[in-house]
């Protein structure tokens, strides 16, 4: 988008209008080339978005593998300390004295029993998971690799042409500078959005066998030689467009 310098100095309206036109003219070959990368800066985002994606989502599931496989050592210590338990218990029961203190310890090793079977079941519920979650981050980091082959093309395709257009760019928005100093702060405000309201990007047109250039609706006679004289800026009632004299009819 075109951005006013900030030096002043005091043009003409016919001035600003023919500065105008010129930076249309700029501003319409940087549109052109801009088409010629076509899709492609949207499409390197769109992969480059989607490969962050599936990188978060990746070291998320590490993450939740690692938690699970920490549990899973976790209920493996407890099985071995609730066997412990149990074969400390039995060995208590062959000292008792009574059987309230035979039932008392038997119902100790039930319980561990307990513990130990639903110990079991979460490691098998954990191993599920595990074995999930790798197959998932594996289809990720499959899918990254395929990704990464298409962003690396894409990019070099990209990167070729902005090489090739890099120093017409580069002189287009000299160019384009340059007629900047002659437009003012309310109209180079105007043109810019004009230019991001309509179709073509084109907010500066001439009048073309009687009709205004851009959507080509005729254009009074009267209403013409006021865009000729240049001492105002004449928009388009249809369009909104800014209309301009073609200098090589002049």
């Known amino acids: 988008m075109a951005q006013k310098k900030t030096t002043e ?27 010629i990368k076509g899709e492609l800066p949207l499409e390197v985002q769109d992969l480059e978005d989607e490969v962050a994606g599936l990188t978060t989502r990746i070291e998320n599931i590490n993450a939740e593998v690692e938690e699970l496989t920490s549990l899973t050592k976790q209920r493996k210590r407890e099985i071995e300390e609730a066997k412990m338990m ?5 060995e208590q029961q062959n000292n008792v004295r009574n059987n309230r203190e035979y039932d008392a310890l038997t119902k100790e090793i039930e319980y561990q029993n307990l513990e130990i079977e639903l110990a079991e079941k979460r490691l098998k519920e954990y191993a599920a998971e595990i074995r999930n979650k790798k197959r998932i981050a594996e289809e990720a980091e499959a899918t990254v690799a395929d990704r990464n082959i298409d962003l690396e093309a894409k990019r070099k395709e990209l990167d070729g042409i902005e090489a090739e257009t890099a120093k017409e760019v580069e002189a287009l928005h ?17 043109y810019n959005r004009i230019r991001s309201n309509v179709r073509n990007g084109l907010a500066v047109v001439t009048i073309k066998r009687d009709a205004c250039g851009g959507c080509y609706n005729r254009i ?8 000729r004289q240049g001492k105002k800026v004449i928009v388009c009632e249809y ?7 073609d200098p090589e009819e002049e």
């Open 86 to 90: 149990i074969a400390k218990y039995t």
């Open 174 to 190: 000299a160019q384009e500078v340059k007629a900047q100093e002659v437009i003012d702060e309310r109209l180079l405000t105007a």
């Open 9 to 35: 100095v005091d043009y003409s309206m016919h001035d600003k209008i023919i500065a105008l036109y010129e930076l249309q003219k700029i501003d319409s070959k940087i549109d052109e080339i801009n088409k």
């Open 239 to 245: 369009c909104g467009r800014i209309l301009v004299a």
């Open 220 to 227: 009074p006679p009267q209403r013409q030689a006021e865009v």
